[in-house]
């Protein structure tokens, strides 16, 4: 047990006090009589010696008192535990070659993507997340937070054709390493997702990548998209839904060398299993155990001192004035 105001049981002191007191005032006699002799054969009655312990139970109601305005309390023992905390960032490509639908039957790359990043967040509890889009610049979705409703609901908000349109993996990577750059986690990621090659900004992905190994950043790359031609709708004069096919422009060997400079891994994912699959293994891999310790909540005590010391006083108090009480 401990006391959140110690500091209050000082007021103990001043029972002593009162004692010293009353047993000071109950050495003057109330009335004076030449001798006593004959009292002494007198019974007291059952009122006189109750109100012998009055005063000792308005001592103990006292020193109750104090003792639960000092806020006793119990402290549940710690118990050490093992968490995992990572500080990394989401990078996302938001360009309208992510339109294409070529991963799963009637979905699009970037709806897919987000199912994905989606179901990899909700198993990251204990890391703290942020999320960066980019096209032709990147763009601060969400700062990092531990609050991962909070991320859900902005990767549901992003849609292609929110920035203007290109694929600036350099200046993505960059701006989501200095996200990274105050972090004191022990382990700090970027999970860089993209479908084409570095065309827009002035930081090339190789820069962008150096910059991450100098402040001990791991990059996951992860290029999406068939290594076939893509379909991608397109609406006719008509405005009938159609399809054109493009090859794709995944960079792979600029995304693998990205990877190896920060001693991350480049995977593909031509299909939404993959995809699944490369974040499910992302997930694996970075887990860091961190010693934390967890407390329970401290129980307050003071309603077993301070009620029963109350009802003693107002008992005491309420005897002493009426059938207790003393003249003169």
């Known amino acids: 047990?401990?006391?959140h105001e110690p500091w209050l049981l000082a007021l103990l002191l001043l029972i002593p006090l009162q004692v010293y007191l009353a047993i000071r005032g109950s050495a003057r006699p109330a009335l004076a009589f030449s001798s006593a002799s004959r009292l002494r054969d007198v019974r007291p009655s059952w009122r006189l010696r109750l109100a012998k312990y009055s005063f000792t139970v308005r001592s103990l109601a006292l020193a109750s008192l104090v003792v639960g305005l000092?806020?006793?309390?119990?402290l549940i023992p710690e118990s050490p535990a093992t968490a995992y905390g990572i500080d990394m960032m989401l990078v996302i490509d938001v360009s309208t070659s992510m339109r294409a639908e070529d991963l799963a039957p009637g979905k699009d790359r970037l709806a897919a993507a987000k199912e994905v990043v989606r179901d990899f967040v909700s198993r990251r509890g204990n890391d703290r997340i942020g999320m960066i889009v980019f096209a032709a610049r990147p763009y601060t979705q969400c700062p990092l937070t531990v609050d991962h409703d909070v991320i859900v609901?902005?990767?549901d908000q992003i849609?292609?054709?929110?920035?203007e349109d290109g694929t600036a993996i350099g200046m993505a990577l960059g701006t989501a390493v200095n996200r990274l750059r105050e972090s004191e986690a022990k382990t700090k990621l970027v999970i860089l997702l993209t479908d084409g090659q570095n065309n827009m900004g002035d930081i090339s992905p190789e820069t962008a990548a150096q910059a991450a190994r100098s402040m001990d950043v791991r990059v996951y790359a992860v290029g999406v998209?068939?290594?076939d031609q893509a379909p991608y709708p397109v609406v006719d004069a008509f405005g009938r839904k159609r399809y054109d096919y493009r090859p794709s422009e995944v960079d792979d060997a600029s995304l693998t060398e990205i990877a190896q400079i920060t001693g991350g891994r480049y995977f593909r994912a031509t299909d939404s299993d993959s995809l699944e699959e490369t974040y499910r293994e992302i997930d694996r891999?970075?887990?860091?155990?961190?010693?934390t310790k967890q407390?329970?909540?401290f129980k307050e005590l003071f309603p077993f001192f301070v009620i029963p010391a109350a009802g003693l006083l107002i008992a005491e108090l309420l005897l002493a004035g009426m059938w207790l009480r003393r003249a003169p």
């Open 285 to 291: 891999l970075e887990k860091t155990e961190l010693p």
């Open 70 to 74: 000092a806020r006793p309390q119990a």
């Open 159 to 163: 849609e292609t054709g929110m920035v």
């Open 1 to 3: 047990m401990s006391f």
């Open 295 to 297: 407390y329970g909540q």
């Open 153 to 155: 609901e902005m990767l």
């Open 225 to 227: 998209g068939t290594r």
